[in-house]
């Protein structure tokens, strides 16, 4: 158990829907990291939250969205999903925000859209 | 633009010989990496990193080198046990302002018994 929390741990949704992607970071960590990987795609960076606040975002979708809570829960917001939107989204939490710090992963969410 | 690039998918070593993983980036701005192992079903664990002051750092039977002139890391594990049959992903990040590691697309390792 990696300390990082993350739930449903798989999702099938259709077309059209929204769903929501939960994450609980490790105890002590402020910043919370959202990745996507596709089939045979490496990890792709989504979003960065530290302490309630974006930090940076990468390719991220219009159609998706995220948000750190006071207790530094995380949400992942998938919206109007396509069938390329199947993927396993993985969160990551770390102590700072500076990336030598070494990143915790959950062990994902994999979402198929049919 | 991938930034991060492994190019072997896939790789197979006997038990007990050195597999050397490899992995390349592009962005001479990048001053920091890391290697994950990634089992199925759960999420990437952090392996070993480097830091782009050093050429080499060891923790146990795993070592990353890194040649900066080349933009190229790779990863030597040895000797190879059948419980290192796993994904490894590379990933470089840039100290100065930046907050994400980019990610390349991984390779898979499968060691034999």
């Known amino acids: 158990d990696s300390g990082v929390t993350q739930t449903p741990k798989h999702l099938i949704t259709a077309t059209g829907q929204r769903v929501t992607l939960r994450c609980s970071p490790r105890?002590?960590?402020?910043?919370v990291y959202w990745y996507q990987q596709s089939l045979d795609q490496g990890l792709q960076f989504l979003i960065q939250?530290?302490?309630?606040?974006?930090?940076a975002k990468g390719n991220i979708l219009e159609r998706f969205s995220a948000q750190q809570f006071p207790d530094l829960h995380s949400e992942l917001n998938l919206s109007s999903l396509e069938l390329g939107d199947s993927a396993l989204y993985f969160c990551?939490?770390?102590?700072?925000?500076?990336?030598?710090?070494?990143?915790?992963f959950g062990s994902g969410t994999r979402l198929t859209v049919v | 633009d991938q930034q991060v690039k492994q190019n072997s998918p896939s790789l197979s070593v006997q038990e007990g010989r050195i597999s050397i993983l490899n992995c390349d980036y592009t962005?001479?701005?990048?001053?920091?990496f890391l290697w994950y192992k990634k089992y199925p079903a759960e999420g990437p664990t952090f392996l070993i990193s480097?830091?782009?002051?050093?050429d080499k750092n060891e923790d146990g039977r795993f070592t990353v080198f890194l040649n900066k002139s080349a933009k190229h890391l790779s990863l030597h594990i040895v000797p190879s046990q059948p419980g290192d049959s796993a994904v490894y992903f590379c990933?470089?990040?840039?100290?100065?302002?930046?907050?994400?590691?980019?990610f390349g697309t991984g390779t898979r390792l499968k060691v034999l018994a």
């Open positions: 990551a939490s770390s102590v700072g925000q500076l990336v030598n710090y070494g990143y915790t």
């Open positions: 105890s002590g960590d402020l910043s």
């Open positions: 939250y530290y302490n309630g606040e974006e930090r």
């Open positions: 962005n001479s701005m990048f001053d920091y």
């Open positions: 480097i830091s782009s002051i050093k």
């Open positions: 990933a470089a990040s840039s100290t100065s302002g930046t907050y994400k590691y980019i």
